[in-house]
């Protein structure tokens, strides 16, 4: 076995190793968010209701920061340059640890807005904020699901200066 191909198959092995952990993460915070909404419905008739605006405005503004600030983390911290950089710097490992790290905040600040939705639920006894809540984190987490096929997209783009020898530098002259 050449040494490009063990490194190959280290490289592959750690991207199903890394892929299936954050995977499994994900998954397990789209349970959460399912249990909190179903725990909302289930207890909001033993709730005490007070809903004021003031409130319900800032909720709305804090789902509405968390929602467009975890598009923009991933589409900033997944953006080609930053990950080519990345690869470069860090190798294959530094490029799916980047992937790791980026899916699982996301997938915390999905979390984090059902945590939001479910306390103001508590807080108010108004059920309506665990599922609007609910659902921009659900929406939030199956945008940032990582798939295997993309990973490995990315580590093939991305993770090919690893594998193969750097090509020299080619400069034109004029005449």
């Known amino acids: 076995m050449q040494p490009t191909e063990r490194r190959s198959n280290d490289t592959e092995a750690e991207l199903i190793r890394r892929h299936q952990a954050t995977a499994l993460t994900v998954r397990a915070i789209l349970v959460l968010i399912v249990l909190l909404s179903l725990l909302a419905f289930i207890g909001r008739n033993h709730l005490w209701h007070d ?36 690869t470069a710097i860090k190798g294959t490992s530094g490029l799916l640890s980047t992937l790791t790290s980026t899916t699982l905040m996301v997938a915390l600040l999905g979390a984090a807005m059902a945590v939001f939705g479910f306390i103001a639920t508590v807080m108010t006894g108004n059920d309506f904020y665990s599922y609007g809540a609910g659902l921009v984190g659900f929406v939030v987490l199956l945008h940032a699901y990582p798939t295997r096929k993309s990973w490995q997209r990315a580590v093939q783009r991305f993770g090919e200066s690893e594998t193969s020898p750097p090509q020299p530098p080619t400069f034109q002259t004029s005449k």
């Not at 405005?57 to 990950?83: D, E, N, P, Q």
Request: aromatic share 6%; hydrophobic share 50%.
């Open 51 to 86: 809903d004021t605006e003031h409130f319900e405005a800032a909720l709305k503004i804090t789902i509405l920061i968390l929602g467009l600030g975890s598009v923009i983390l991933r589409r900033t911290m997944f953006s080609a340059t930053r990950l080519q950089d990345v």
